[in-house]
């Protein structure tokens, strides 16, 4: 096995036992507890907490997968061309605020919990996946388009069978993108009451406490990388499927 792949192993065992098994971690975390009090987080279970967060995760970014898909489709297409500054322009709005901003305005909209969480997620993601997603469709050679259009295939078709395969390994790499950033940002909904690591850190703040602080953001860019070398895996094996060489992931705008 390569050393990333045992790497990976290494880091999804370690993430894994933390959850699952969190006393056995406590020696370690003691110096960072104050005296006489939790070195472990005690007041929910931190395995149905990460559950939490990456629903919430998974939540946000798949309908925002959706829609900036569908807008790169729509502005890759003759009759959808000129709405491609419009598009870059509302993909992009969600990025021009700080998630804290967003959760702050959606707040008295649709009060706390889960909701302001994921409207911040949802347009905090759109534009990575958006210009990943554009950039595929717009990379597919005249000559494979050329080769589709002798075969009689209709613009339906080609777009099926031709466009979103080869730009595939692209999108899943904005995917990708998006989805590290909101397990990161994730946690700041715990501010507003949506349930994810982040209550973890912030109890740790209010009782003064670096041991369950350290739990929270450790736990949390662990998530981070499970994700991130998750969807690096997929996206690889889209290329290797399409015969495609490896290109690296985009970086988001801003």
Do not use: C
């Not at 056995?24 to 939490?52: C, G, H, K, T």
């Not at 925002?64 to 569908?70: F, T």
């Not at 919990?113 to 950039?135: K, S, V």
């Not at 390994?169 to 349930?195: F, K, Q, Y």
């Amino acid at each position: 096995m390569r050393p990333a792949g045992v790497l990976r192993l290494a880091l999804l065992a370690l993430t894994a036992a933390f959850l699952l098994f969190p006393a056995l971690f406590a020696p370690m975390l003691r110096p960072l507890a104050p005296p006489n009090m939790p070195v472990i987080y005690d007041r929910a279970s931190l395995s149905s907490l990460a559950l939490s967060h990456l629903a919430l995760v998974a939540a946000a970014i798949i309908p925002s997968a959706l829609l900036a898909s569908a807008l790169a489709i729509l502005v890759t297409r003759p009759a959808g061309a000129e709405f491609l500054p419009l598009s870059r322009a509302l993909v992009g709005f969600g990025q021009t605020f700080p998630p804290v901003a967003v959760l702050a305005l959606a707040v008295p909209v649709v009060g706390f919990g889960t909701w302001p969480t994921l409207i911040a997620l949802f347009l905090y993601g759109l534009l990575p996946i958006f210009e990943n997603a554009l950039a595929g469709l717009t990379g597919v050679s005249g000559a494979v388009r050329l080769a589709a259009d002798g075969m009689g295939m209709t613009p339906g078709q080609k777009l099926r069978r031709v466009e979103l395969p080869l730009a595939l390994p692209l999108m899943i790499e904005g995917v990708r993108i998006s989805a590290v950033i909101a397990v990161s940002t994730a946690a700041i909904g715990s501010t507003v009451a949506a349930r994810s690591l982040g209550e973890v850190i912030i109890a740790g703040l209010n009782a003064n406490n670096l041991s369950f602080v350290v739990q929270g953001g450790l736990l949390t860019a662990a998530l981070a990388l499970i994700v991130y070398e998750a969807l690096g895996m997929v996206a690889e094996a889209a290329r290797n499927r399409l015969g495609l060489p490896a290109e690296p992931a985009s970086r988001p705008a801003g």
